[in-house]
């Protein structure tokens, strides 16, 4: 991921629907969820959350799926890692040792 890239998610993290539709999506995993049932759980008019969910797509953090009439929306975990490895990259000079906190904090726990 580049900066311009970057500032893009960042922008579109900046607002509050929008982080709780991504986090919501790294919640529902693999399943994903649909347009309705993300704006119904977070109590958001439809006009309003596809405006939302059209920001996300082209951050390059959600995906998207068409399933017959309606669309399914995932979190892209390939924009989160780009994401997250664009803030990493230069944070270890050499020392992996200094980034092994952040990573274990943001790793999912074993189960």
Same mark, same amino acid.
């Given at each position: 991921m580049d900066r311009k890239f +970057? #500032? !893009?998610a960042f922008a579109a993290l900046s607002q509050p629907t929008r982080l709780d539709v991504f986090r919501l999506l790294i919640k529902a995993g !693999? +399943?994903?969820m649909s347009a309705g049932d993300i $704006? !119904?759980?977070l109590e958001v &008019? /439809?006009?309003t959350m596809s405006a939302n969910l059209s920001i996300l797509a082209r951050s $390059? #953090? %959600?995906r998207s799926a068409r399933e017959g009439r309606s669309i399914r929306y995932f979190a892209d975990m390939g924009g989160v890692r780009g994401l997250l490895a664009f803030l990493m990259e230069? =944070? =270890? +000079? $050499?020392r992996p040792e200094l980034c092994q906190p952040v990573i274990d904090a %943001? +790793? =999912?726990? &074993? /189960?």
């Open positions: +970057a #500032l !893009e !693999e +399943a994903g $704006g !119904e759980t &008019r /439809q006009n $390059g #953090l %959600i230069d =944070c =270890c +000079a $050499g %943001i +790793a =999912c726990p &074993r /189960q």
